[in-house]
C-alpha cells in the first residue's frame, strides 16, 4: 500500500478511536488492534502529527500513581474524519472503475 495513503488511513482510524471520548495510548492500540495493526511508536508518532496538527489536544492525569496522557479531539479532528468519508465514497467509486471489466467478465 502507497504509504502516503496508509499514513492519512492511520491517522483517521486514531482520531476514531477517541471520537467519542478521551482515550490514552494504550487504549488507543488495543480499540484498534482488530482492524489494524499499530506499534506504540507509530502510535505515537501519529499522536504527535495530529496534536501539531490541532486536531487533538492533550492533558496529563495521575492514574494509579503514574501520569498519564489523555487525548481529546478537536473540531479540526472532526471534520478530517467527515472529510476522509467523503473522499473514500471518490476512492469507491474510481475503485469500482478500475474492477469492473472484473466485474463483467
Known amino acids: 500500500m ?3 495513503l496508509k499514513r492519512g488511513l492511520l491517522d483517521v482510524c486514531v482520531l476514531t478511536a477517541i471520537k467519542n471520548e478521551d482515550s490514552y495510548g494504550y487504549k488507543i492500540i488495543k480499540d484498534i488492534s482488530p482492524y489494524i495493526e499499530m506499534s506504540e511508536s507509530t502510535l505515537y508518532t501519529i499522536l504527535k502529527r495530529l496534536e501539531a496538527a490541532n486536531m ?3 492533558r496529563t ?3 494509579g ?3 498519564r496522557k489523555y487525548y ?3 473540531k479540526a479532528g472532526l471534520d478530517r474524519i467527515e472529510d476522509f468519508k467523503n473522499e473514500w ?3 469507491m467509486s474510481i475503485y469500482q472503475f478500475v474492477t469492473r471489466e472484473e466485474a463483467e467478465g
Open 2 to 4: 502507497d504509504i502516503q
Open 61 to 63: 492525569a495521575e492514574h
Open 56 to 58: 487533538l489536544t492533550v
Open 89 to 91: 465514497r471518490e476512492v
Open 65 to 67: 500513581g503514574r501520569l
Open 72 to 74: 481529546h479531539i478537536t
